[in-house]
């Protein structure tokens, strides 16, 4: 089936996971703790963080959880935010961290879009921090559609925010992509009956991804390769 357009997650596939998150979440936990180091370990367990090591371990929920989601399971340590005050915090937080794209991705979707495809994005993470990335990326412009777990249509790995994709960008989803790094992005493109790339630029393994894929690439850069197939 030919491939109209592509609907990309945002971390661990636009953006390198480790590269972009691990020493962000390293300073989230110091800050949150404010110099209390039971607390400070208390939400890296909550959220499969190795503070010796600096980095997510693979079972982590913030691989492929909502904002809302990482922000409930900080909440019980952080006396001093509300949850919505937390919740709050952690999208502002992410929209300034130092990103690691997994490509040049001006050029890359600039491919993309030189072969007629339509682009979008959904991530469970917050539409402001989304947003906020991909335009200091460089890239905001050149995608028809940007939601995050709070845009209204849900998140993955729910179908809804994917099919709101195809409807505001009138494309079909059988002729569109779900190209993602977690089993959340491929099981969420499953259910709406989008074809499924995945992607080794987050945690999960080739052999994680492979059962619930169409393909698993290295990253996203191969994509032109594999439309030419």
Same mark, same amino acid.
């Given at each position: 089936?030919?491939?109209?357009?592509?609907?990309?997650?945002?971390?661990?596939?636009?953006?390198?996971?480790?590269?972009?998150?691990?020493?962000?979440?390293?300073?989230?936990?110091?800050?949150?703790?404010?110099?209390?180091?039971?607390?400070?370990?208390?939400?890296?367990?909550?959220?499969?963080?190795?503070?010796?090591?600096?980095?997510?371990?693979?079972?982590?929920?913030?691989?492929?959880s909502?904002?809302?989601?990482?922000?409930?399971?900080?909440?019980?340590?952080?006396?001093?935010?509300?949850?919505?005050?937390?919740?709050?915090?952690?999208?502002?937080?992410?929209?300034?961290a130092?990103?690691?794209?997994?490509?040049?991705? +001006?050029e890359?979707?600039?491919?993309?879009?030189?072969?007629?495809?339509?682009?979008?994005?959904?991530?469970?993470?917050?539409?402001?921090?989304?947003?906020?990335?991909?335009?200091?990326?460089?890239?905001?412009?050149?995608f028809?559609?940007?939601?995050?777990?709070?845009?209204?249509?849900?998140?993955?790995?729910?179908?809804?925010?994917?099919?709101?994709?195809?409807?505001?960008?009138?494309?079909?989803?059988?002729?569109?992509?779900?190209?993602?790094?977690?089993?959340?992005?491929?099981?969420?493109?499953?259910?709406?009956?989008?074809?499924?790339?995945?992607?080794?630029?987050?945690?999960?393994?080739?052999?994680?991804l492979?059962?619930? +894929?169409?393909?698993?690439?290295?990253?996203?850069?191969?994509?032109?390769?594999?439309?030419?197939?």
């Amino acid at each position: 089936m030919p491939v109209d357009a592509f609907l990309f997650d945002k971390d661990g596939t636009l953006f390198n996971f480790a590269a972009t998150w691990n020493g962000w979440a390293a300073e989230l936990l110091e800050v949150l703790s404010q110099g209390d180091q039971a607390a400070k370990e208390a939400m890296a367990e909550a959220i499969s963080f190795d503070l010796e090591l600096a980095a997510f371990n693979p079972d982590s929920l913030v691989i492929a959880s909502s904002n809302d989601e990482v922000a409930e399971a900080l909440a019980p340590y952080v006396a001093h935010m509300s949850l919505a005050e937390l919740t709050d915090y952690l999208a502002q937080s992410a929209s300034a961290a130092e990103l690691a794209p997994a490509v040049p991705l +001006a050029e890359f979707l600039d491919g993309l879009l030189a072969r007629g495809k339509v682009l979008g994005v959904m991530t469970n993470d917050a539409e402001f921090s989304a947003k906020s990335q991909l335009q200091r990326a460089g890239v905001l412009d050149r995608f028809a559609f940007v939601a995050g777990c709070d845009s209204g249509h849900g998140a993955k790995p729910d179908p809804d925010p994917l099919l709101a994709f195809c409807k505001a960008a009138g494309v079909e989803p059988a002729r569109t992509a779900m190209v993602g790094d977690s089993r959340h992005d491929l099981e969420a493109g499953a259910a709406a009956g989008m074809q499924r790339i995945g992607v080794l630029t987050g945690m999960a393994l080739r052999e994680e991804l492979l059962p619930h +894929a169409d393909t698993v690439l290295p990253d996203i850069g191969h994509i032109p390769g594999w439309l030419d197939r």
